[in-house]
């Protein structure tokens, strides 16, 4: 299986992948725009990724391909549309920077809270304002909201509760029992977290459902001289809307990810709302600790080790949740080969689509099952062919 690693990779990941037979191929320096060349080059089986966005062109332009990982959570660089169309499947490495991310979450709220950056820049400049950074908050006893309710929330919780924060969760999945289970409060909406909050994190993916999720609307509804915090992604936020709000309420803000960010690791960029004051930035590098890559390098390989050895792919992100077939077949048979040809032969003469299917064997490899998602009902007459071969042990048609 031929691998190409289209970013820089764990040396150990890279070792691991070898012992299991791979070709690896590593051409870190690669970005969307020369992706599709080397795609054409090496023609890959896997193509894997961290920051190197997987535009159209690269997908066209891809052969073998069969699998792309984005050795990270979010998958917000690939193009998702275009890859389920060629048959390309995504998978994520999901939890695996959970604590990193966490970690410079909360580092955001401490530097926020007492102003370390702007203290640093002022010391920096032979400047001592003792008296203008000597009015922090604290963080002991006032609540922290977290929008969203994944790995990475929960490890922000577990710190914010360390330091004696009170946790308040909005997540359109959470319910009371779960709140209650996870030992926080939970907000009936996000207004409601915004008012209640001292300090706000946000943790979700970027979906089309969540571009800008928070907005005017939402600062709007913060306490002023509030903190707010965001390392998931720079779509989630009107950055409009949070400018005006660190100008006109003083909040204070910690972000990680900004809207149109460079793809790579290194360009020039220009944030407005970076430059002002109380803000404390970073170039996208929550998940970039040793411990987390090592984490998601060691992921990756486990993606690809199944995927070899047993032909499952864990973590896929792009594989229908319910397709639009109705009528299911299941289909008792002798394991012996043609039987299910004739099936998908009679179906085809139908003009009836197979949108999904597994076949189980029983113990003994005699027998097997068949269940058959088919797109349209299966009448009487079609069963009635279906079962014409010897082999057939029983049939049995599940109309909507």
Not at 55 to 78: M, V
Not at 142 to 170: C, E, H, P, S, Y
Not at 269 to 287: Q, R, T
Not at 296 to 324: D, H, Q
Request: proline residues 2%; contains cysteine.
């Amino acid at each position: 299986m031929k691998v190409l690693l289209a970013d820089k990779f764990e040396a150990a990941g890279v070792e691991k992948l070898k012992s299991l037979g791979c070709d690896v191929i590593s051409e870190p320096d690669l970005s969307a725009e020369t992706l599709a060349d080397g795609l054409v080059k090496h023609d890959p089986d896997v193509l894997i990724v961290r920051s190197t966005k997987v535009q159209k062109p690269a997908l066209e332009a891809a052969k073998t391909l069969s699998l792309i990982i984005r050795a990270g959570a979010g998958y917000d660089t690939i193009d998702i549309a275009t890859a389920s169309a060629r048959g390309i499947f995504v998978a994520n490495c999901p939890g695996k920077n959970a604590i990193a991310v966490a970690e410079l979450a909360f580092g955001f709220v401490l530097s926020c809270d007492r102003r370390i950056m702007d203290a640093t820049r002022d010391i920096r400049a032979g400047k001592w304002k003792k008296g203008l950074y000597s009015k922090a908050q604290g963080l002991f006893g006032r609540t922290m909201g977290v929008v969203g309710r994944g790995q990475i929330a929960q490890a922000l919780i577990d710190r914010a509760k360390g330091f004696g924060m009170d946790v308040v969760v909005w997540s359109r999945s959470l319910s009371e029992t779960d709140a209650e289970a996870m030992g926080v409060s939970r907000a009936a909406s996000l207004l409601d977290l915004a008012k209640a909050s001292d300090v706000v994190s946000i943790h979700v993916a970027a979906t089309a459902e969540t571009k800008n999720i928070i907005d005017g609307k939402f600062f709007d509804a913060m306490k002023k001289g509030a903190i707010f915090v965001n390392t998931s992604r720079g779509s989630v936020v009107d950055y409009d809307a949070l400018k005006k709000a660190i100008q006109e309420k003083g909040i204070r803000a910690g972000l990680d990810v900004f809207p149109g960010e460079p793809a790579g690791s290194e360009a020039d960029f220009v944030s407005e709302v970076a430059n002002l004051d109380c803000v404390a930035s970073a170039p996208h590098v929550g998940a970039s600790t040793e411990q987390a890559q090592m984490a998601i390098a060691m992921e990756t390989v486990r993606i690809i080790e199944c995927m070899m050895k047993t032909g499952e792919i864990p973590n896929v992100v792009n594989l229908c949740a319910e397709t639009s077939a109705r009528t299911i077949l299941e289909i008792r048979h002798e394991n012996k080969p043609g039987v299910l040809a004739h099936v998908f032969n009679l179906l085809s003469q139908s003009s009836i689509n197979v949108e999904q299917m597994e076949n189980l064997i029983y113990s003994g490899e005699a027998a097997a099952c068949a269940r058959i998602h088919c797109s349209t009902g299966i009448d009487a007459a079609l069963a009635g062919k279906i079962r014409d071969k010897a082999e057939i042990i029983s049939l049995v048609v599940k109309n909507p």
